[in-house]
């Protein structure tokens, strides 16, 4: 039998309300299963939803239709103390940090664990660990507004690790920072998912982005996925637009990193 | 002239005794009934978590209506309630009944202001991580809003100081109504100059500390 996927999404769908009260459907019965241990790239136009669709899969954004299974959980049939505890398995970060400015650096990462009772004993050595992992260690004592864009979203990361969850999603996490920044945080999110095995779910709008990170990407036009493959095959051909687009990234990529080694 | 001031300064200190226990009494009531009813009046708004139209609005009315009333006619129109509650319908303990009612109204209004300037992604990412609404209040808005919070009760305080000279209608005496009996009605001009010193040296001193406090608490 095979596997069942880490993340499954069946026949989501969501709708709102926009004035006039007319209906717009942000997510047409998405269907989607991503595997233990990828690295997902949602790539879409703005608009088309794929942001939404990050946020069904910890419901941030609850969806009005379907289902959102995570590491054999059903989400969609939890009640809210239930979904709260579940959350604490997915990491998530965003392109504006969304940091506590007023908090320091070691008093973020430890907020995910003061919130729950349980993990509060471990907190100070995890949160050492956690700082360790994106190299801020010696930044505990600082406070986001002292620290660059790049390093304000490491402690992002260090934040969403801190309770070991099995997924990290990641809403468009390099849009507000330079390409160095970019490629050095690339790295980081890489070096998560292959040592700690934690499974990725990246929102970008930037090609290169994913072409660089990801396995496999959905292609997410007008609210639906039209079309999802892994960027390592090269054979089948490209339905849209962006997924050919994507694949001459992934083509320029290897040459450039081929012409890097040689 | 230093003689006379000389003479009334037992009737000062009893003055000065008789604001900062208005201001103190309703200054707690402010932060401790106003600043819920502010944290629930920006939680159930629009966009918020616990979003409720009926209670916003029911809220809000609330709020506004208390807020409509001028100072003076409030005192008056609550004199059945401050017996009720203060056992006594005059002096600064009764005053401090309308003076607090007014205080939680003025003060929730502001706190939900305040909480509305923290980023909507903060909020979300402590959703993200399986935050409860309370935790979200205490560990989140609190946090983030703190300076912000600080310099409205600044604002607040400042005011009631002002609001307390009324209170001198229902023999709440204090500073303001030191200068209103001597100085407005007595027509003893170097008396109510020397209260307005007193005062202009209480707003400074408020409004230094509350400066001050709210620098320290910001790290943003």
Known sequence: MMKPPLIELRHVGKTFTVAHGDAFHALRDVSLRIEQGAVFGLVGKSGAGKSTLLRTINLLERPDRGSVTVDGRELTALGKRELRAARQNIGMIFQQFNLLQNASVFDNVAFPLRLHAARAAQGTARVHECLALVGLSHKAHSYPAQLSGGQQQRVAIARALASRPAVLLCDEPTSALDPDTTRALLDTLRHINRELGVTIVIVSHSLPVLGAICDRVAVIEDGAVVEQFALNDTASPRKTALGRELAWHRREQATWEEALHA | ?220
């Not at chain 2, 918020?48 to 129109?77: D, K």
């Not at chain 2, 929730?108 to 309370?134: C, D, F, W, Y």
């Open chain 2, 1 to 220: 002239m230093l003689e006379r001031l000389f003479s009334l300064l037992p009737e000062l200190w009893v003055a000065l005794g008789q604001t900062l226990t208005m201001l103190g009494i309703g200054m707690l009531a402010a932060v401790l009934l106003g600043g819920p009813l502010g944290v629930l009046l920006f939680l159930v708004g629009r966009g918020q978590s616990l979003h409720n139209r009926p209670a916003a609005l029911l809220l809000g009315w609330l709020v506004n209506t208390v807020r409509s009333f001028p100072f003076i006619i409030l005192l008056v129109a609550l004199v059945p309630v401050t017996r009720l509650i203060a056992g006594t319908s005059i002096g600064p303990l009764a005053a401090s009944v309308p003076l607090s009612l007014a205080a939680v109204a003025y003060f929730a209004r502001l706190v939900e202001q305040n909480l509305r300037e923290v980023p909507k992604g903060v909020i979300e990412a402590a959703h993200a991580m399986g935050a409860s609404e309370t935790q979200i209040v205490v560990r989140v808005l609190l946090v983030e809003a703190r300076a912000g919070l600080v310099l409205a009760l600044t604002v607040l305080t400042i005011s009631f100081l002002s609001y307390s000279a009324v209170a001198g209608v229902v023999g709440g005496g204090g500073i303001g109504d030191l200068a209103i009996r001597y100085g407005y009605y007595r027509f003893e001009t170097d008396v109510m100059v020397f209260t307005v010193a007193v005062l202009i040296v209480l707003v400074q001193t408020i409004q230094f500390s509350g400066t001050r406090l709210a620098r320290r608490l910001d790290r943003r």
